[in-house]
């Protein structure tokens, strides 16, 4: 879909069925297209979970570019430009420390978070979202290396679409 309509649709579908559990599975490039919502969650009292894949990066973006510009960035890392990763030559641990701090954001909105670092801890963290009265950021760290599959190169049709 669209980068930053995760978020907004998320709550539209919270509004127009107030009892289901509503969750936005969002990145967190396309999660900042639209954080300003965060207000609106909390003054509309929505009970939406956003679970957010952060990968520190443009994840559609660097995936263009590791496979057809060799690698090489233009602005897609979401951190320091003097660290690794913004040149494509990260090794693929993932940072201490993230940028931006999306539990503090979330908190400030009021909204109840926790970010999630390792495989170990997501089952515990998701179902203390999942049982959460309202709404809930559970950013999830992950690698940014993964690329998401599949996608039809620029110019080209579904016929020549990148399963691998």
């Not at 894949?53 to 430009?81: C, I, K």
């Not at 309202?134 to 190169?153: A, K, N, R, S, T």
């Amino acid at each position: 879909g669209t980068m930053g309509f995760g978020l907004p649709a998320a709550m539209g579908v919270q509004t127009a069925c107030p009892d289901s559990l509503v969750i936005d599975i969002d990145g967190d490039g396309s999660f900042q297209m639209n954080i300003q919502e965060l207000g609106t969650l909390t003054c509309e009292k929505l009970p939406v979970k956003i679970l957010l894949l952060n990968n520190q990066h443009l994840g559609m973006v660097v995936q263009w570019e590791d496979r057809f510009m060799s690698g090489r960035r233009a602005h897609t890392y979401l951190g320091p430009v003097d660290h690794p990763e913004a040149l494509g030559e990260g090794d693929g641990t993932m940072p201490m420390e993230t940028f931006p701090n999306f539990v503090k954001i979330a908190e400030g909105y009021g909204i109840k978070a926790r970010q999630v670092r390792s495989r170990a801890e997501y089952p515990a963290a998701l179902a203390e979202m999942l049982a959460y009265d309202g709404p809930y950021l559970l950013d999830v760290i992950c690698p940014y290396q993964e690329h998401v599959l599949p996608m039809i190169p620029s110019g080209r049709t579904v016929r020549e679409i990148i399963t691998k």
